[in-house]
């Protein structure tokens, strides 16, 4: 008899028939603390890794800050944690994959040093990834959004593992790692150009404002400017390309916020900084406003079911957003800002069926890649 060729499987689902087991997942069954084992082994090592080589794998901004003895202390912390859980897990769970993947990270990161690794000095690197801002932003994003997804879900069975999380986890590391590349690309040219075409008048009006007001300010000029530029990513077909990699997340939850082609991120994040470059605003203003963008981006995706009804006409909350990326006709070019509703009732793109969610999400008629580096190329094949 023939055999069967072996079907093609993706990392996600190869992940899944190595550790997954059909067995229930609820507290004490050996399943989270094997999950939370394995992220916190998995984080520890990556932490020693920066110890290690600071000069290519830390981005120098941060790390002068870092206080180096509590930095140490936390890794051997997080290393010893991931070890008690994962054998946890060991206990409690029959299949030992989650557990054994745990130790075997934390102890690679024990076996290179842990946290008492010397630190070389005095070598400096022109180009270098931010493996410690990917650390940080998991650790800082996971603690705001994992209670608040659990304590609030939209889609309680949904569960962190849906389809597309490897994918979208792809896209969070490389948004992190590649931090360097991001401000490059972002940051300089709209600096550069924003002072070419600075219009000085303008300029004293905005800073004679107190910062506050500023801020304020710039979170409306910034939502205009995304607005258009997000609307164009949806009306040109040679945008719309780059954008739909964001839209053809199938379940929205915080991480699917993630998932946005490079060219997407860079040019939507340019021309937003550039009329807030243009008009001069206090750069307190202009971080605290980025520092809003990036816990918004977030929160507008998660699995989160907020009761406060009244407050979605005025700010961008899960439901507003969910909307933009509805699957269903009734959801088709609707609710483009990312932090005032309003703007879209100025423009007529205002969609927010009354108390009702979308039914689904995503692209239809097509299917995306799987992964970060095929969705990458995915605008750029022919038919796509
Ligand atoms: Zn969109
Ligand atoms: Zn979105």
Not at 200 to 226: G, H, R, W, Y
Not at 303 to 312: G, I, M, S, V
Not at 354 to 363: D, K, S, T, V
């Amino acid at each position: 008899m023939m055999k069967q060729p072996a079907p093609h499987l993706t990392a996600e689902q190869w992940l899944a028939r190595v550790f997954a087991d059909g067995r229930p997942r609820h507290v004490g069954t050996g399943w989270l603390s094997g999950v939370l084992g394995i992220v916190l082994g998995l984080l520890a090592l990556l932490a020693v890794l920066c110890l290690h080589f600071p000069e290519y794998l830390t981005l120098p901004e941060l790390r002068s800050h870092y206080p180096l003895e509590w930095v140490r202390l936390a890794i051997d912390i997080g290393l010893l944690a991931a070890m008690a859980l994962a054998a946890v897990s060991m206990v409690l769970r029959r299949k030992k994959a989650l557990g054994v993947a745990g130790l075997v990270l934390a102890g690679a990161a024990l076996g290179l040093g842990a946290g008492g690794v010397e630190i070389p000095r005095g070598q400096v690197s022109a180009v270098y990834l931010g493996l410690d801002w990917f650390v940080l932003g998991v650790l800082t994003t996971a603690a705001v959004f994992v209670p608040l997804e659990r304590a609030f879900p939209l889609r309680s069975g949904q569960g962190a593992f849906r389809r597309g999380w490897l994918t979208d986890t792809q896209y969070f590391f490389a948004s992190h790692v590649l931090a360097q590349v991001m401000s490059v690309a972002v940051l300089a040219p709209a600096v550069a150009m924003g002072e070419a075409l600075a219009v000085p008048s303008a300029q004293t009006a905005v800073q004679s404002l107190p910062v506050a007001v500023q801020f304020a300010l710039a979170v409306l000029v910034a939502d205009l400017a995304q607005y258009g530029i997000h609307r164009a990513f949806h009306a040109i077909p040679f945008l719309w390309r780059f954008h739909k990699v964001h839209h053809s997340v199938e379940v929205m939850d915080w991480l699917a916020g993630s998932r946005l082609h490079l060219v997407d991120v860079i040019v939507t994040r340019g021309l937003v900084l550039l009329p807030l470059v243009v008009l001069g605003f206090d750069q307190v203003a202009i971080y605290a406003y980025l520092a809003l963008v990036s816990f918004q981006a977030v929160f507008i995706h998660a699995n989160f079911a907020p009761r406060a009804r009244w407050l979605e006409r005025w700010v961008a909350m899960p439901r507003f957003h969910h909307w933009h990326h509805g699957a269903e006709a009734e959801a088709r070019d609707v609710n483009f800002a990312v932090h005032l509703p309003m703007i879209d009732l100025w423009f007529g793109t205002y969609h927010m069926p009354e108390g009702r969610w979308p039914a689904g999400y995503g692209i239809t008629g097509e299917r995306a890649p799987e992964g970060w580096a095929p969705q990458l190329v995915w605008p750029f094949r022919r038919g796509a």
